[in-house]
């Protein structure tokens, strides 16, 4: 926790983005190389959070044009298809299928192939995602602001915790 005290909703709102912002681009090299599946947890948990931020604190910052909870969302969704077939495959390996038979494994693990194949396919659309024009712009234009955040008047309001 940043020991700096929050006295304005625009304090307030640059440490909730900067925060988010971090814990998504931290991630980013991880999720591209598909070397855990923690990786891509805590990215999507991040632009989750980010989009929380936006829409609860948009009154007090003036964010770009593309740095919106739409945009953000559509990011993120690609995530999420992925993430469901992670955790599905971790279900079926680690818990499931030790119970099971060997023959049943054996047609488990026809299954865990299937589903396999189909977590490569999102993991191409999630890589394409991190190397679209959308997110590459919604990554350039949210560190910008962070280096120069614009504010509104709403934003000078005091917070008090």
């Known amino acids: 926790m940043d020991s700096h005290r929050i006295n304005t909703l625009q304090e307030l709102a640059v440490q909730a983005i900067a925060k988010q912002s971090r814990r998504i681009f931290k991630h980013e090299a991880g999720v591209l190389k598909d070397q855990d599946p923690e990786n891509l947890h805590q ?80 993991l191409k659309q999630v890589r394409k995602t991190l190397q679209s024009k959308l997110y590459l712009d919604f990554k350039l234009e949210l560190n910008n602001w962070l280096k120069e955040p614009e504010y509104r008047v709403a934003g000078d309001y005091a917070v008090h915790f």
Do not use: C, W
């Not at 945009?71 to 599905?88: Q, T």
């Not at 971790?90 to 060997?102: E, F, I, Q, W």
């Open 43 to 122: 990215m999507r948990v991040g632009m989750r959070r980010l989009q929380s931020a936006i829409a609860g604190l948009d009154l007090a910052i003036e964010l770009p044009t593309i740095v919106t909870v739409k945009n953000s969302a559509k990011i993120g969704r690609s995530f999420g298809k992925l993430r469901d077939l992670d955790v599905l495959l971790a279900a079926l390996t680690d818990n499931y299928r030790p119970l099971l038979s060997g023959r049943e494994q054996k047609n488990l693990d026809q299954v865990i192939k299937f589903i396999a194949k189909k977590r490569q396919h999102e």
